[in-house]
């Protein structure tokens, strides 16, 4: 059955769309596995945990959001198998870092991919959701991650490591 209320909305967008949750619920399932990682005895680093934690919900909100958008726009939500992280032990803070790094850029090319299709199909009011509920999150996200990348770097493993988490990712 059709929805009453769908109005210029693309059968395109509405399954990119649905992609997109399925990128924003993989990725929150990811950062679930780093944060339990990381709370583990023999890691024993509670600020990255508590950072990718804050990081898995922030992503299962974004999948949220996206999926009360498709039902105010008249789509159906089709939810997808979300598979395991490809691995369930994640190295060093810095090496996490580096993974959720290139987590955002997906995340952040995959947003500007629905943006194209969006536009392709003149839905002025779905590229602008894009723009203001996620796309200006997702650079301040890349920036911030690089910036924990550079400053993982400058104070070494191990100790250095030890103080980012106590000092950065704790407060």
């Known amino acids: 059955m059709a929805s009453q209320c769908r109005q210029n909305f693309h059968e395109e967008s509405e399954n ?3 992609n997109q949750i399925n990128v924003e619920l993989k990725t929150s399932y990811i950062y679930q596995s780093m944060s339990s990682y990381f709370e583990r005895d023999d890691v024993a680093l509670k600020g990255f ?3 990718f934690s804050q990081q898995s919900d922030c992503e299962r909100e974004h999948a949220n959001k996206l999926m009360e958008y498709q039902n105010r726009r008249g789509g159906r939500v089709a939810l997808q198998d979300i598979k395991k992280p490809d691995k369930d032990s994640w190295g060093t803070g810095l090496e996490a870092m580096k993974y959720a790094l290139q987590l955002q850029r997906e995340v952040n090319q995959s947003l500007l991919d629905l943006h194209a299709v969006a536009s392709k199909h003149n839905d002025p009011q ?4 894009l723009e203001d509920a996620f796309l200006e999150d997702q650079v301040k996200s890349i920036k911030e991650i690089g910036n924990h990348i550079t400053n993982l770097k400058r104070v070494g493993p191990d100790l250095g490591e030890y ?5 950065t990712l704790e407060s």
């Open 16 to 18: 990119k769309l649905n």
């Open 49 to 51: 945990s508590k950072y």
């Open 126 to 129: 779905f590229t602008d959701y």
């Open 163 to 167: 103080m980012f988490d106590n000092e």
